[in-house]
């Protein structure tokens, strides 16, 4: 007799029986796969053009790479890192972002087996890695991420709450407040950052730039722009928080702030400049995934409220 670790059971009305000898494969290579379009999307979707079309090719001598030379990671190692026809070298980035997406499809798997949730929480974590390495490189989110995010997770989490019992509008709730605590917890902070900043009469490209009078609370921008933090961080948060609800998110802004004050920490080293602008989208994508991971309020609790 098989002992019950060994099985995962998908719940409500279907039940099968799955060995995690095979679920974690198939995690693993599935992450890969879907890293390996994440790559794709990462470069093309901030510059506007079809992730579809045209097919994979070497930037640097436009010849289109052959599938089996397209193979997440192997495809890396055997060609030692080089374009099979130029010999140009293919960024580290390519492989490890594969890498990271397999790893973190085969933790999901573990952690949630074979359910919805972790069908769920592999787009969700896809979405992460999109919206992080695209604001590293660009610092912005696109909304096609953060709030096409937001109306799947929407739709997706209740449905699945719904599906394993839950009373369907108390599911769509849960998710909507969750979306409204991420984004206005984040708004809130932005917002009364801005006011201070232009309180102690800091200058900034934008508002209150060289000719530049300040935004009336009548305008759009005294609501909605914000130096250092973008909309789009916002926007994100509100992703986070339908699909993690009010306090997983409110764990994920903690976790990411203490994240975002490293990274500035050490880029402030690197480059011994501080203040410079960086993207925030990393850190709170690292803060959300931790939040997945840990026990609800695990940060929270260590200041013993
Ligand atoms: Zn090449």
């Not at 099968?16 to 890969?32: D, K, N, Q, S, T």
């Not at 991420?182 to 508002?207: N, T, Y």
């Amino acid at each position: 007799m098989e002992s019950e670790e060994s099985l995962f059971v998908l719940g409500g009305s279907m039940t099968i029986e799955i060995a995690p000898g095979v679920v974690m494969p198939v995690a693993l290579a599935f992450g890969l796969l879907i890293g390996s379009f994440l790559n794709v999307v990462i470069h093309r979707l901030p510059l506007g053009v079809s992730i579809a079309f045209p097919p994979s090719h070497c930037p640097a001598c436009e010849t289109k790479i052959k599938p089996w030379d397209n193979i997440p990671v192997l495809s890396y190692l055997w060609l030692r890192g080089l374009c099979r026809s130029c010999g140009s070298s293919i960024s580290l980035r390519y492989p490890a972002v594969e890498l990271v997406t397999g790893l973190l499809f085969v933790a999901i798997a573990w952690r949630f087996g074979p359910t919805w949730w972790t069908a769920i929480h592999c787009i969700f974590v896809a979405a992460l890695i999109a919206a992080a390495m695209i604001d590293y490189d660009h610092q912005i989110i696109p909304d096609s991420i953060s709030l096409g995010g937001l109306v799947m997770a929407l739709l997706l989490v209740p449905a699945a709450n719904a599906w394993y019992g839950a009373p369907y509008l108390e599911a769509l709730l849960h998710g909507a407040v969750g979306a409204t605590v991420g984004a206005g917890v984040l708004w809130l902070v932005a917002f009364m950052h801005a006011r201070i900043s232009v309180a102690l009469g800091r200058q900034f490209d934008h508002w209150p730039g060289e000719g530049e009078s300040l935004p009336h609370p009548t305008e759009a921008d005294y609501w909605l722009w914000f130096p250092g933090l973008g909309l789009g961080d916002v926007k994100l948060l509100g992703m986070i928080g339908a699909v993690v609800g009010a306090v997983g998110v409110l764990d994920t802004i903690l976790a990411s702030s203490v994240i975002g004050l490293a990274f500035g920490a050490v880029q402030a080293l690197a480059r011994g400049a501080l203040g410079e602008p960086f993207g925030f989208a990393p850190a709170i994508a690292l803060g959300a995934i931790a939040s997945l991971f840990l026990p609800e309020l695990w940060l929270l609790s260590l200041y013993e409220f």
